[in-house]
């Protein structure tokens, strides 16, 4: 496994304008997650967090700084470009599910192969295998409502994983879950981290979780320091 980061954020400035006033979230936030490796973001409510996330994300462009997902600078990159590698190199769990009402467990973890390209028997396979290892092999016909909380949770990650991402991005993956839940389901993503060798950051409040990360990174006045 190679020791380069697979997630570097350099400098990362991000400021917003609202009724004329300047709010400066990120002011030079600097990061690297190296493989195999799980880092807590953590910070107050609107220190920055899933601004941070967004950006690492390639879902927004910060207003200066650098940003590398393996190696490749991505913030001037074309749109198009980094669809892609969202697509291809990152995985992102939110607090809530966001799965599929209308689709079955399985078919939430399919379509995003799908997407990518993968036909769909290899799809499947890979579907099955993923919530088999999430401890999910008798809900692959569930549809998300006549699942548990912890059981959609799951499924979420399977999805996140499903095209083998390099980077996998979490905001408050369990912060909808009851104390036990959130344990167990962390289990299984640190799990799936370590077999992996993903790097993944993860935004969180829970401070027994984020101590059982291997590093924890704060948001603090637009900065990131360690813990
Ligand atoms: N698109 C936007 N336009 C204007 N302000 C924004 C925008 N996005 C975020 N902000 C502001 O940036 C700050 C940081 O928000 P962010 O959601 O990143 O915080 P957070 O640390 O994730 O908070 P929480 O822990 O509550 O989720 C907040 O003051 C928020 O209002």
Redesign the pocket.
């Known amino acids: 496994m190679s020791s380069a980061p697979t997630l570097e954020l350099r400098q990362v400035v991000?400021t917003?304008?609202?009724a004329g006033n300047a709010?400066e979230?990120l002011k030079g936030a600097s990061l690297s997650v190296l493989p195999g490796e799980m880092v807590a973001l953590v910070?107050?409510?609107?220190?920055?967090?899933?601004?941070?996330?967004?950006i690492a994300g390639l879902l927004?462009r910060p207003r200066a700084g650098e940003v590398a997902i393996a190696g490749e600078r991505c913030e001037r990159l074309p749109d198009r470009r980094r669809t892609r590698l969202r697509r291809e190199r990152l995985g992102f769990i939110y607090q809530f599910h966001h799965l599929l009402a209308e689709f079955s467990a399985l078919e939430n973890v399919v379509l995003p192969q799908m997407i990518a390209g993968r036909s769909r028997r290899a799809a499947r396979e890979r579907a099955r295998e993923l919530l088999a290892r999430l401890g999910l092999d008798a809900r692959e016909s569930h549809r998300p409502s006549r699942l548990s909380g912890g059981e959609q949770q799951r499924v979420a990650i399977a999805r996140a994983i499903a095209n083998a991402p390099t980077v996998l991005l979490a905001?408050?993956p369990t912060g909808n879950l009851d104390y036990e839940t959130a344990d167990s389901v962390f289990t299984s993503l640190l799990d799936i981290v370590r077999t992996t060798g993903l790097a993944a950051l993860v935004?969180t409040?829970n401070v027994p979780l984020a101590e059982r990360m291997d590093r924890r990174l704060a948001?603090e006045n637009g900065v990131l320091v360690s813990l």
């Open positions: 991000q917003f304008y609202q709010i979230v910070g107050p409510s609107g220190a920055g967090k899933s601004t941070l996330l967004q927004e905001d408050e935004a409040h948001l």
